[in-house]
């Protein structure tokens, strides 16, 4: 099964191997939040491993024993 590439590029492994992944809507139209809103949206969340069953895992982000 191939790896999506675009989902892949947007999530990053962790050295104890946690998913961490950029919150969406930063893109455009952030003039009109409130600072704290923005600011929030800087951060990275962290994507629970009990959301994906490990076929998913490998679907999205490939083997993680080749990823360094």
Same mark, same amino acid.
């Given at each position: 099964? #191939?790896?999506?590439?675009?989902?892949? $590029?947007?999530? *990053? +492994?962790?050295?104890?191997?946690?998913? +961490?992944?950029? #919150?969406? &809507?930063?893109? @455009?139209?952030?003039?009109?939040? &409130?600072? /704290? *809103?923005?600011? /929030?949206?800087?951060?990275?969340? @962290?994507?629970?491993?009990?959301?994906?069953?490990? #076929? +998913?895992?490998?679907?999205?982000?490939?083997?993680?024993? $080749?990823?360094?």
């Amino acid at each position: 099964m #191939k790896t999506n590439k675009s989902f892949s $590029k947007r999530l *990053k +492994v962790t050295r104890r191997g946690k998913i +961490v992944a950029r #919150k969406p &809507g930063k893109n @455009h139209f952030n003039a009109k939040e &409130g600072r /704290s *809103k923005q600011m /929030s949206n800087n951060r990275t969340q @962290h994507i629970s491993e009990y959301t994906f069953t490990p #076929k +998913v895992l490998q679907r999205y982000i490939g083997n993680p024993s $080749k990823q360094k």
